[in-house]
Structure formats: C-alpha cells, structure tokens
C-alpha cells in the first residue's frame, strides 16, 4: 500500500482556510465588477436620454 502522508489539523486548517480566503475574495471581486457594470449601463442609458434631449431642444430652436 502507498504511503500516505497525514496533515496536522493546524495545518489542515490553515489549508481550508486559505482556499476559503481565495474564494472569498474571489467572490467579493465578482460583486465590484457587477456593480460596476450595473453602473456603466446606468450612465450609458443616462447619456442616451441626454443626447435624445439635447437633439430635440436643438430642433425645436
């Protein structure tokens, strides 16, 4: 039978724990990128509704 090495549970923990951190942060990046896409689409619609505007107040003078 093959040798198996045993972890300590310290260094289990840390193991566990450092794959959680990894996760996390991943998780917490995910969150920034989707509000800041949910504000890019905001301010693009924004632009468009300003752009419409300025179209029709040119128009009308």
């Known amino acids: 039978m093959a040798e198996t090495s045993k972890l ?3 260094k289990a923990l ?12 991943s998780a ?3 969150e920034k ?3 800041l896409e949910e504000e890019t689409k ?4 924004q ?3 300003l752009e419409r505007h300025q179209g029709r107040s ?3 003078d």
């Open 8 to 10: 300590s549970v310290e």
């Open 33 to 35: 990128i989707d509000a």
């Open 28 to 30: 917490r990046s995910d």
């Open 42 to 45: 905001r301010l693009r619609a």
């Open 14 to 25: 840390k193991k566990l724990r450092g794959a959680d951190a990894l996760k996390a942060k």
């Open 47 to 49: 632009r468009l509704r």
């Open 58 to 60: 040119a128009k009308g």
